[in-house]
T-cell receptor, first 115, second 109 residues
Framework: ETGVTQTPRHLVMGMTNKKSLKCEQH?????MYWYKQSAKKPLELMFV???????ENNSVPSRFSPECPNSSHLFLHLHTLQPEDSALYLC??????????????FGAGSRLTVL | GQNIDQPTEMTATEGAIVQINCTYQ??????LFWYQQHAGEAPTFLSY??LDGLEEKGRFSSFLSRSKGYSYLLLKELQMKDSASYLC??????????WGAGTKLIIKP
């Protein structure tokens, strides 16, 4: 257990479905992140929240919609996804967004398959 | 553009030593990180280097040369549990993390 919990661990959805990924951290961190991890590719940063405010949206398609109700919880709402969106979605948290030694603590990820 | 290069896959023998290299070209530099990721698990932090030189932490050591844009992770006395992917990441001048694609390390008995 890393202190960052993601649910569900596995999700299969059709292109017309709507689903949500949930992330919760018990570390007292102020920054939370969504990353996409595809096989043999670098981690892709999707969204960053710092003190509940979204600070970055890296040109992510609108079919991905983040929500951060408080510093401990982060959601990723999914709708009308494409098969190429199939990947491992990782949530991470850190003490703050800025600073050199900004160590990220990751969850185990949600494996998404879009049919 | 910004780029991190590391080998895709490496194989080593239990009990041996392996060195995983990482070269980078980024806009500025605010530190280099190594993470370990076992299959199906969360990436976990291994080391952070911001100054040139070697940082040792038990069986694992990480080296940085900023002038060469180069780092390596050295794993000694390899154990089967060291089979994992090793991710190199550099923090640029805007405190953005630039990630490599990871090196899958396979340990054989």
């Amino acid at each position: 257990e890393t202190g960052v919990t993601q649910t569900p661990r596995h999700l299969v959805m059709g292109m017309t479905n709507k689903k949500s990924l949930k992330c919760e951290q018990h570390l007292g961190h102020n920054a939370m992140y969504w990353y996409k991890q595809s096989a043999k590719k670098p981690l892709e940063l999707m969204f960053v929240y710092n003190f509940k405010e979204q600070t970055e949206n890296n040109s992510v398609p609108s079919r991905f919609s983040p929500e951060c109700p408080n510093s401990s919880h982060l959601f990723l709402h999914l709708h009308t996804l494409q098969p190429e969106d199939s990947a491992l979605y990782l949530c991470a948290s850190s003490q703050s967004k800025d600073g050199g030694a900004n160590v990220l603590t990751f969850g185990a990820g949600s494996r998404l398959t879009v049919l | 553009g910004q780029n991190i290069d590391q080998p895709t896959e490496m194989t080593a023998t239990e009990g041996a030593i392996v060195q995983i290299n990482c070269t980078y070209q980024t806009s500025g530099f605010n530190g280099l990180f190594w993470y370990q990721q076992h299959a199906g698990e969360a990436p976990t932090f291994l080391s952070y280097n911001v100054l040139d030189g070697l940082e040792e932490k038990g069986r694992f050591s990480s080296f940085l040369s900023r002038s060469k844009g180069y780092s390596y992770l050295l794993l000694k006395e390899l154990q089967m549990k060291d089979s994992a992917s090793y991710l190199c990441a550099v923090m640029d001048s805007n405190y953005q993390l630039i990630w490599g694609a990871g090196t899958k390390l396979i340990i054989k008995p």
